[in-house]
Every structure is written in C-alpha cells, then in structure tokens.
C-alpha cells in the first residue's frame, strides 16, 4: 500500500487516539529460579555403572533375545533362562518378579563364565558365543619407527596375557585390521582419504620408509600386528582359535555385508569383548556399530588405548559402561578363566 494512502487510512480510524501516548515498554514480571537437585538415575542411561542393584528380577528384551538382572548383581547375557513366568510378550521389553519366585539359576561351567565388570556387576557370558575383538593393533599404529604409541605398546602385555585364557574357555579370538585391496583403494569415501593423508601427501597405499611396504595395504609388514602379536596370532590360527578379519572402515561393523558381522551371525556370536586402538576412533567405532546392531559389549580397559589428548580414553570408558555396555579388565577375566 503506498504510504500516502496508508497514512490516510490512519487518520479515519476512530479508535486511535490523537496525539498517540508515548511508548512505554512493558517489563514482564521478574521470574524466580526454583533450583532442584539433579538425581543421576532420572535419566536411564546417566550414572548407569553406579545404579543401585535392581530389587527385583529384572527381565529386558525379548522372547528371543534377552537379559535377566538379578538383584544380586549377575546379569544373565547367554540368553538360556527365561524367568519363571515366562518369556517377555509381544510388547514388552521388561518385566520383573521376586527375588523368591526367580532364583539364580545355578552357573554351568562348561558352556558359561561369570565375569566381574565395574559398578559390582557380574556377567553370565556364554563362551561359544562370546568372542574378543581386537582392532588394529597392527604396526602402522605402534611400531616405534612410525609413530610414538607408549600408552598403545602398553596394551601388548595384556592382551598376550587375555587371550591365551579365553582360548581356554572356547572364546574366539579375532583380530580385527585395516588391510585394504587394490579395488578397495578406488571406493574409499574422501574423508577416509584425506584422513589418512598428511599435508596433502602419502595417504592410503602409499610408500612408507624401510620394510613397511605401502601404507595398510594387505600383506604389507605395516598391516601385520605388532612384534609379539603375530607370533600370537600365527599360532592361534594353526590352532583354529584365532581369526583375522579385514576391515576398510574405522568401523568393523559398519555395513550389515562386512566381514566382521558375517562371521558374528555365522557362528551365532552375541557377546563381544573389545581391546585395540585408538580407543576413541577404530575401537570405539566398532564398538558402536556393534551395540547398534545388538550385540553385548565389555570393554577390557587396560586392553585399549589411544594417541587423543587427555579426556579421549576416559570418554570411551564412560560411555562403554553408561551406555553401550561394561568395562572391566584382563586380570578380573583371566581370574574369572582360571
């Protein structure tokens, strides 16, 4: 409307008083700020490793696929005992009984082992089930001609220690490992590219110095575990315990066709044990995935490590036991083993 027309209309309005009263903001009324206290176990998945122990029984899940929380602190993962009223109907995703009505169902040593994890919890794994992931701990990440890893070099005393124990109890053992193909090369998305380059150059399939071969190529002494490691590895494999897997991702998991979940649903694997590095990048990538897509995760806490400022390692202990999981370490699992 053009302002002249505009300011005429104005002007016959009858309700508009002439001159207008000058403008007098309104200051809404002053609000006081009632400060409650935050209790950690409003949220579920806040605090989750210091939650008091469950009164009841507890059942989570589904008729298939389930968990039983005792109020002991044994929680159940083999997925074998429903409790005494039954399975969860369609619908539900807990349910809980009396400790008198649901008893502890007595351990079975030949196909299970109680594991301590923090938060005074013991988990019920079973061992043909159960298998240890362990990522890239290859020499790319903790040779010390490549690169300064102390806190990742670390880790090799007790994962040689872990894993010889949970071969013992039937646990596979895999060792999870960028090792990428020629084909592999040309498919890789341009952040996982530029990631891997430094100021522009070298990157994936690149010369390194020495013997090291071109960079996380298969079969590259780059690619191979470090030191102790394949020694470690070579005699798993003539002993049929230990399996090697090829990722090309940060993640192990990260597409339902990896080789990593194949071999998981083939051998009917649902609970997974993590070691390796970087704790907050491959590790934790895979770690992710896996709880997404259903497994139970425990992550071995003196088994992981990582080149991150200060905060990286303590986050991924943080959320592996207040979200996606547990943490425990290798002495409370060779104990539980032995």
């Given at each position: 409307?053009?302002?002249?027309?505009?300011?005429?209309?104005?002007s016959?309005l009858?309700?508009?008083?002439?001159?207008?009263?000058p403008?007098?903001?309104?200051?809404?009324?002053?609000?006081?700020?009632?400060?409650?206290?935050?209790?950690t176990?409003?949220?579920?998945?806040?605090?989750?490793?210091?939650?008091?122990?469950?009164?009841?029984?507890?059942?989570?899940g589904?008729?298939?696929?389930?968990?039983?929380?005792?109020p002991?602190?044994?929680i159940?993962?083999?997925?074998?005992?429903?409790?005494?009223?039954?399975?969860?109907?369609?619908?539900?995703?807990?349910?809980?009984?009396?400790?008198?009505?649901?008893?502890?169902?007595?351990?079975?040593?030949?196909?299970q082992?109680?594991?301590?994890?923090?938060?005074?919890?013991?988990?019920?794994?079973?061992?043909?089930?159960?298998?240890?992931?362990?990522?890239?701990?290859?020499?790319?990440?903790?040779?010390?001609?490549?690169?300064?890893?102390?806190?990742g070099?670390?880790?090799v005393i007790?994962?040689?220690?872990?894993v010889?124990?949970?071969?013992?109890?039937?646990v596979?053992?895999?060792?999870v490992?960028?090792?990428?193909?020629?084909h592999?090369?040309?498919?890789?998305?341009?952040?996982?590219?530029?990631?891997?380059?430094?100021?522009?150059?070298?990157g994936?399939?690149?010369q390194?110095?020495?013997?090291?071969?071109?960079?996380?190529?298969?079969?590259?002494?780059?690619?191979?575990?470090?030191?102790?490691?394949?020694?470690?590895?070579?005699?798993?494999?003539?002993?049929?315990?230990d399996?090697?897997?090829?990722?090309?991702r940060?993640?192990?998991?990260?597409?339902?066709?990896?080789a990593?979940?194949?071999?998981?649903?083939?051998?009917?694997?649902?609970t997974?044990?993590?070691?390796?590095?970087?704790?907050?990048?491959?590790?934790?990538?895979?770690?992710v995935?896996?709880?997404?897509?259903?497994?139970?995760?425990?992550?071995?806490?003196?088994?992981?490590?990582?080149t991150?400022?200060?905060?990286?390692?303590?986050?991924?202990?943080?959320?592996?036991?207040?979200?996606?999981?547990?943490?425990?370490?290798?002495?409370?699992?060779?104990d539980?083993?032995?």
């Amino acid at each position: 409307m053009p302002f002249a027309i505009f300011n005429n209309a104005i002007s016959h309005l009858p309700h508009l008083p002439s001159p207008l009263p000058p403008y007098r903001p309104i200051r809404p009324p002053r609000l006081r700020l009632l400060l409650l206290p935050v209790y950690t176990h409003h949220h579920p998945i806040l605090g989750m490793v210091h939650r008091p122990n469950v009164p009841t029984a507890t059942e989570y899940g589904n008729a298939a696929s389930f968990w039983v929380e005792y109020p002991s602190g044994l929680i159940d993962l083999t997925r074998t005992t429903h409790l005494p009223e039954g399975a969860l109907v369609n619908g539900d995703i807990a349910e809980d009984q009396s400790e008198h009505r649901a008893p502890i169902p007595p351990l079975l040593p030949a196909t299970q082992l109680d594991v301590p994890v923090d938060g005074g919890r013991v988990l019920r794994i079973p061992k043909q089930k159960s298998a240890i992931v362990i990522v890239d701990m290859q020499n790319f990440f903790l040779h010390p001609d490549l690169r300064d890893h102390p806190t990742g070099l670390a880790c090799v005393i007790p994962i040689m220690n872990l894993v010889p124990a949970l071969r013992e109890q039937d646990v596979k053992i895999l060792w999870v490992n960028w090792g990428l193909t020629e084909h592999e090369l040309m498919t890789i998305p341009p952040s996982l590219v530029r990631g891997f380059m430094k100021n522009g150059r070298g990157g994936f399939g690149a010369q390194l110095p020495g013997d090291f071969g071109r960079l996380l190529m298969r079969g590259e002494y780059n690619s191979e575990l470090y030191g102790p490691l394949q020694t470690l590895y070579e005699d798993g494999r003539r002993g049929g315990t230990d399996v090697w897997i090829h990722k090309n991702r940060m993640s192990g998991i990260w597409g339902s066709q990896t080789a990593l979940d194949l071999y998981l649903q083939e051998h009917g694997i649902t609970t997974l044990f993590f070691a390796g590095v970087n704790a907050d990048q491959c590790v934790l990538g895979t770690l992710v995935d896996a709880y997404s897509r259903g497994y139970d995760c425990i992550v071995v806490e003196d088994c992981v490590a990582t080149t991150s400022p200060a905060g990286g390692l303590e986050n991924v202990l943080c959320n592996a036991g207040a979200a996606y999981g547990f943490v425990t370490d290798s002495a409370r699992i060779i104990d539980a083993a032995t």
